[in-house]
């Protein structure tokens, strides 16, 4: 393998890594402050990347507002989720929530066959993406650094909410005594709502990107990268946000480079999240950056 | 100011609090004594809104508060710094303070009652980067008592300050109620250490097993002979 084929596959992983670090954020972000693992994630995923395959062939909106459009769109949507299904449950034993969940799961990608098909969609992709960079003798795609940046921009965002405003405070205050932050005045339910909503934000960010960088729609497009994301938020240790960033970067290298050095393991490339599944949870159960259980986000 | 009439407060089939009443007069100290287990924290846990299975009326300046939630009830102006103190072990000192003051949006006004805050206990301003966790228990106290005054109450429910606490610190701790209460805060104190929440309580109630079997000054229950036997050793 030359350096021209090494870095394009750098940068591969790097795009993989970032959409499951996207997803895999809302994981950790809801378990830590509710212990819930809201399985819906993969489904509001792939409802994002489709609100914009609406927005682009229906209303022939441009590519920018398009994608802005569908992450409130899908960010109200998490936040409704979370209301209808989750806080009737809020007092009732973690396994009802869990259940509820699954159910939410099923539900949205039943909506998604009703409304747009089974059958697969493609999805329009702006040329600035698609035309590929010579630089030197590497060839590299514009999505390649346009997805690793957009995800940087965007963690950089969730950073600054959680650790430097005032509902960040709420949430790091949820996620270890729920009970003590009622007795704060902080108004728990609103701030459960709003983290529901960035969750499910970056999930559409996600899912709008990788659209674009597997350009085919279908109602279960979703689970897959929602159970590989998973995987990763447990790796990295779930609750911890950085955790789920490197988790999901970790993942994404994983897959790529595997490939890429063992071309003949290319059929189980599937397999190899639940693998690391299994290693971490042998070797360390709380996952890399996971502490004690209540040490959380 | 604070009233409680006929307060009742079930856990399952538990009847922890079986009809207590009490009052708590603008710029009082009143004390809930009573042995472990008697429904002290259930009581100022039902006052702030924490516990749903209840009866009776919980009264705050005439208006009925006893289905309020524990958001408008601090901005109501009642705070409780629960048992056990249940400081933010992994947040700042700074941390934790903004926490007590997350109910209100006057940003200046929070500032001040921060430089306040750390005038009261000035260990905490030498601490304030720390995170919660690594203060010592007398520190975290001072946290807890700070981080409640943060919200601006009227009234601060302290529930067992002195738990736990060297006997160094307990006089340290019942000095800081009493200087709080100097300034303007009425405080509903409840204690298993009888003695010492007596001597700075100008009102007392004893309560055994959900009910309040005594009540009087707090002079008057140092001296009383039932009082003495069960609380303070003779
Ligand atoms: N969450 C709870 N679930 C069940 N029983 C409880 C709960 N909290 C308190 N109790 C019971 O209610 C009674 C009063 O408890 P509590 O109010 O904590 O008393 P105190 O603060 O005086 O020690 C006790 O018998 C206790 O076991
Ligand atoms: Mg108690």
New binding site residues.
């Given amino acids: 393998m030359n350096a021209a084929m090494f870095i394009q596959h750098f940068l591969n992983s790097l795009t993989l890594g970032s959409l499951y670090a996207l997803i895999a954020i809302g994981y950790t972000m809801v378990y830590g402050i509710l212990r819930l693992i809201n399985f819906a994630h993969g489904e509001i995923f792939m409802l994002g990347a489709y609100f914009v395959f609406w927005g682009l062939t229906l209303v022939h909106l441009p590519w920018p507002v398009a994608m802005v459009l569908s992450i409130l769109v899908t960010a109200g949507l998490g936040m409704l989720v979370d209301q209808i299904a989750y806080r009737p449950l809020r007092d009732a034993p973690r396994i009802s929530a869990l259940i509820s969940a699954i159910g939410v799961s099923f539900f949205l990608q039943n909506v998604a066959i009703v409304f747009f098909q089974a059958i697969p969609r493609e999805v329009y992709r702006p040329e600035w993406l698609e035309n590929p960079i010579l630089m030197g003798d590497v060839r590299v795609l514009p999505l390649t650094l346009f997805v690793p940046l957009l995800s940087f921009f965007l963690m950089m965002g969730l950073v600054y909410i959680v650790y430097r405003t005032k509902t960040g405070l709420g949430m790091r205050a949820i996620s270890r005594d729920l009970e003590t932050s009622y007795l704060m005045g902080v108004p728990v339910n609103r701030v459960i709502a709003i983290t529901f909503g960035i969750g499910s934000a970056l999930a559409a960010a996600s899912g709008i990107m990788w659209a674009l960088r597997y350009p085919q729609l279908q109602p279960i497009m979703g689970v897959v990268p929602g159970f590989k994301a998973f995987i990763a938020a447990v790796f990295g240790g779930i609750g911890s946000i950085q955790g789920a960033v490197i988790g999901g970067l970790v993942l994404g290298f994983i897959e790529i480079m595997t490939v890429a050095f063992f071309p003949e393991l290319a059929g189980y490339r599937d397999a190899f999240a639940f693998i690391l599944l299994i290693l971490i949870l042998l070797v360390k159960p709380t996952g890399l950056l996971g502490a004690k259980p209540e040490d959380k986000v | 100011m604070l009233k409680v009439e006929d307060l009742h ?1 079930y ?2 089939g ?1 009847h ?2 079986k009809g207590i009443s009490l009052e708590v007069p603008k710029g009082a100290i009143v004390t809930l004594i ?10 100022l ?1 039902a006052i702030a809104g924490l516990v749903k299975n209840k009866k009776g009326s919980i009264s705050y300046k005439g208006k009925d508060i006893s289905h309020t939630q524990p958001v408008e009830i601090v901005k109501s102006g009642i705070v409780m710094s629960p ?1 056990g103190r249940r400081i933010f072990p992994h947040l700042s000192v700074m941390e934790n303070l903004h926490l007590g003051a997350y109910s209100r949006s006057d940003k200046d006004g929070v500032e001040k009652d921060i430089k306040w805050v750390f005038e009261l206990f000035p260990r905490l301003r030498e601490r304030q980067e720390q995170k919660g966790g690594t203060l010592s228990g007398g520190e975290q106290q001072m946290l807890s008592v700070g981080r409640a005054l943060m919200s601006q109450p009227d009234v601060i429910m302290l ?2 300050p002195s738990l736990g606490l060297a006997p160094l610190l307990v006089k340290d701790v019942f000095e800081i109620i009493r200087e709080v209460n100097r300034q303007g805060k009425t405080v509903l104190l ?1 204690e ?1 250490n009888a003695f010492a929440a007596l001597k700075a309580a100008h009102y007392a109630y004893v ?1 055994e ?2 009910i309040i079997t005594l009540s009087g000054k707090g002079e008057e229950l140092l001296a009383d002979d039932r009082v003495r036997k069960a609380y303070l050793g003779g």
Avoid: P, W
């Avoid at chain 2, 009573?34 to 009581?43: L, Q, V």
């Fill in positions: 407060v856990y399952g538990i922890a609090l009573g042995a472990n287990g008697a429904g002290k924290s259930s009581a846990r048992e529930d067992e409840v298993q309560l097993t959900g």
